[in-house]
T-cell receptor
Framework: NAGVTQTPKFQVLKTGQSMTLQCAQD?????MSWYRQDPGMGLRLIHY???????DQGEVPNGYNVSRSTTEDFPLRLLSAAPSQTSVYFC???????????FGNGTRLTVT | GENVEQHPSTLSVQEGDSAVIKCTYS??????FPWYKQELGKRPQLIID?????GEKKDQRIAVTLNKTAKHFSLHITETQPEDSAVYFC????????????FGKGTKLSVIP
């Protein structure tokens, strides 16, 4: 199993550009989520999904969209990038409630 | 919503000493408490977790204790080694039976040889 795969690893955007961060898992996990990690702020939940066709907002959803058309994929879309979205983004999945999250390797995004 | 406070934010210990990191949470319905270790430039990885029906759990040099009454839980690392140097995050489930986790802000542990 590859686990949780994120692409790209690095990305530089200009203010106002849009892009999609990809996340795929091959463990048949129902739950998938996106976190952003900023220095001194820990991991903050952006959006999450408990199954195909179901998504919901986390703690910091503004400026981001998600969709879950299949169990495997959970892309994160930045609609109009802003410098405040410069961060490291982690996708994570888990099979059950109250079970460990499996993280991808992260995407480092810089918005200039 | 759930709020998780983690202390200290930085911790330096001599190799061989013990390290303790403490977290408090606000939602009395939370029932799952994992700890993650993140090495520089890497993804967070689970090192130990505990559920609310257990007061303590050990795995070799690592232990976690949970006090549900006081709403706090702690990570204990004994006989620290240089490879224990990393950032450690605690987390709490957002209520009972929830997939969502709320993370603390992290503790940077440095083990001095």
């Amino acid at each position: 199993n590859a686990g949780v795969t994120q692409t790209p690893k690095f990305q530089v955007l200009k203010t106002g550009q849009s892009m999609t961060l990809q996340c795929a898992q091959d463990m048949n996990h129902e739950y998938m989520s996106w976190y952003r990690q900023d220095p001194g702020m820990g991991l903050r939940l952006i959006h999450y999904s408990v199954g195909a066709g179901i998504t919901d907002q986390g703690e910091v959803p503004n400026g981001y969209n998600v969709s879950r058309s299949t169990t495997e994929d959970f892309p994160l879309r930045l609609l109009s990038a802003a410098p405040s979205q410069t961060s490291v983004y982690f996708c994570a999945s888990s099979p059950l409630a109250n079970s460990p999250l499996h993280f991808g390797n992260g995407t480092r995004l810089t918005v200039t | 919503g759930e709020n998780v406070e983690q202390h200290p934010s930085t911790l330096s210990v001599q190799e061989g000493d013990s390290a303790v990191i403490k977290c408090t949470y606000s939602d009395s319905a939370s029932n799952y408490f994992p700890w993650y270790k993140q090495e520089l430039g890497k993804r967070p990885q689970l090192i130990i977790d505990i559920r609310s029906n257990v007061g303590e759990k050990k795995d070799q040099r690592i232990a976690v204790t949970l006090n549900k009454t006081a709403k706090h839980f702690s990570l204990h690392i004994t006989e620290t080694q240089p490879e224990d140097s990393a950032v450690y995050f605690c987390a709490a489930s957002k209520g009972a039976g929830s997939y969502q986790l709320t993370f603390g802000k992290g503790t940077k542990l440095s083990v001095i040889p």
